[in-house]
Structures are given as structure tokens and as C-alpha cells.
């Protein structure tokens, strides 16, 4: 089985923040993602430069793809950078983690995402797309997606109606079930008529958080699950601390999230889909990868950024052949 991601091509540059109202001071509100310019982009980083800073690739995806990496599944990722240090950062990450290298390599500056994270975990981004903005409907081929049983696709892609509509043909065209995580509310606002629209049509596997259920289903989370279930063949809803739901036709889980104490949120929902997929391609039951989904998101907030080290990926890796 092979996965292939596609999204925004990110370096995410973190720091922690005493106070939340330097967020207000910076105009972010707490727990979004606001797209910014370069000239806001230095800004984030002057406000950052007297705290400690913690850099590692990211984007919503490509997490999600590394992750399912780690646990053993060849992978693919689609995205654009530039020739700069960001670029080639990113680029080597990739490599570091297996994960086969489809970018798009251009001129322009590399996308950044300037994450603040609040004492509480969570966090707020300010995200300079730069080169990861110009990936377009004509530089997909579909030899690119050849092979892949799944195509995992980040929400924040989904401003770019033409690429999303390529793609996921593609996808399918190719035998692919299409997978989509929501990525954020305001995304989700601002593009549900399209969401809608794509959604019952394209998309095979849906992720999303209370918030994001909320803005795509004007409901609470249960009943969204619901929603959602009817258009797609798996929904999943994550319910932060508590816990996530999943249906497939009339079978419907809860599955509690564990308790640890969280540093920063960023990558839990991408960590629980390379669980969760990890589970499904190797014929898990919706509750065990939902717990696999669980675990991986359980144990990257206990650190900052959205990676964990290889000796935290070994003891996780044996704690899931073990238990499943």
C-alpha cells in the first residue's frame, strides 16, 4: 500500500509565549490561521527573536505523510518550495524521512508558517505561503499519482478550486480513494459551498476537528459525524481532549484521547491520521486505528513542533505491534 500526500510546502518556525496578549498585539487571533505577507512575516519574527525558537518542516500534510512514513508505509508528497534555505531544508526532511519527493523546485521564497505556541498548547499561525502558493492545476501529471492507493490532501489547498478539482480526478483516475483533512474553521468557512460541492463527489476519507464540523455542518459534533458520514465512506471528528468519532455506513466509535500533558498542539491531528490511515491499510478495525490515530497524537503534544524523535518513534512503533 502507498500513500501520497499533497499540500502547502512548510517550514513551521515555533516559539512558546507567556501571554496571549502578544497575540492580540500582533492582530492573530488565538488558535487561527491567518496568511500574511513577507513584510508581516518579519514582523512574527522580530516579535519572536527574544524567545526560543524551534524549526522543522511541516504543513499539514507532509506531517501526516511523515508520519505514516515512520510507521512503514511508502509514501510520496507533492508540494513547491524555492531555492533557499527553507526550500532545501524542507527538501532534506523529506529524504531524512523516506518519503519520495514529487516538489516542484522554483525562484520564488519558500513558504513559512510562524506558529506561537500559548501555554495551554494551543496554537496560532501566521503563514507566509510564498513558493507553496504556486502550485497549480497544470503541474500535476497523473504519472505523479501511479501507483498510490491513497491521496491525502490538506485543507488549506482547498482556496485553489482548479488544483483540488485536478487532483482529486487524478486520484481517482488512478484508483485512489481520496482522503481530505478539513485544516482549519476559517478555511472552512470561506470555502464550504465549495466543500460541499466536492466533498459527496471526491472524497472517500474526511477528517475534522469540533470546530471545523461545526462550520462545514452548523451543528455540534455528533450530529455533524452524522452529516458527514452520509457523503462520505469514513467521517472522523476530533473532539480535542475528549476524544474522536468515526462512522463508517451504520458503524459509529468513540475512541477517548489519552491523558498527558500537552506543550503544543501542533501536528496532533496530522499524527492522528497517519495513525488512523497506518490502522486502515492494515485492515484495523475503525476503534484500533482510531486508538493508533490516538497515540501518535497523544505523544507529539508532548513536545514542541510536530515531530518526536526517532527514539520516541522506535517505543511507539513496538507499543503498536505489540498491542495490535
Excluded at 228 to 236: C, F, P, Q, R, T
Amino acid at each position: 500500500m502507498k500513500v501520497l500526500g499533497m499540500g502547502n510546502a512548510l517550514v513551521d518556525v515555533l516559539a512558546l509565549i507567556e501571554n496571549d496578549s502578544l497575540l492580540t498585539q500582533l492582530e492573530l487571533p488565538k488558535g487561527s490561521m491567518q496568511l500574511i505577507d513577507a513584510a508581516k512575516k518579519e514582523a512574527l519574527h522580530k516579535a519572536m527573536e527574544d524567545k526560543e525558537k524551534f524549526l522543522a518542516s511541516g504543513g499539514s500534510a507532509s506531517n501526516t505523510i511523515t508520519g505514516i512514513a515512520k510507521l512503514g508505509v511508502n509514501t510520496g508528497f507533492i508540494g513547491r518550495v524555492g531555492k533557499d534555505f527553507f526550500g532545501n531544508y524542507y527538501k532534506e526532511d523529506l529524504e531524512k524521512y523516506n518519503v519520495k519527493s514529487l516538489l516542484r523546485i522554483c525562484n520564488e521564497d519558500s513558504g513559512v508558517a510562524t506558529t506561537f505556541v500559548s501555554k495551554d498548547g494551543q496554537r496560532t499561525f501566521g503563514t507566509y505561503l510564498g513558493a507553496a502558493a504556486g502550485l497549480t492545476a497544470e503541474d500535476l501529471k497523473t504519472e505523479d499519482f501511479a501507483g498510490y492507493n491513497y491521496f491525502y490532501i490538506e485543507g488549506y489547498l482547498v482556496q485553489n478550486l482548479d488544483l483540488i478539482r485536478k487532483a482529486v480526478a487524478l486520484a481517482h483516475e488512478n484508483g485512489a480513494k481520496v482522503v481530505l483533512d478539513m485544516a482549519s474553521y476559517n478555511v472552512v468557512e470561506a470555502s464550504k459551498d465549495f466543500l460541499l460541492e466536492i466533498i459527496p463527489q471526491y472524497v472517500d476519507i474526511l477528517f475534522a476537528n469540533e470546530e471545523e464540523a461545526k462550520a462545514l455542518c452548523n451543528t455540534e459534533p455528533e450530529k455533524a459525524l452524522d452529516v458527514i458520514a452520509d457523503m462520505v465512506e469514513i467521517a472522523i471528528v476530533k473532539i480535542g481532549e475528549k476524544g474522536s468519532w468515526i462512522k463508517r455506513g451504520e458503524e459509529k466509535v468513540f475512541v477517548p484521547a489519552l491523558k498527558v500533558d500537552c506543550m503544543d498542539t501542533t501536528g496532533a491531528g496530522d499524527l492522528y491520521a497517519s495513525g488512523f490511515l497506518y490502522g486502515l491499510i492494515n485492515s484495523k478495525s475503525l476503534k484500533e486505528s482510531g486508538e493508533i490515530g490516538t497515540l501518535l497524537a497523544g505523544n507529539v503534544i508532548q513536545v514542541m513542533g510536530p515531530k518526536m524523535n526517532d527514539d520516541k518513534w522506535n517505543e511507539l512503533i513496538s507499543s503498536i505491534k505489540t498491542s495490535y
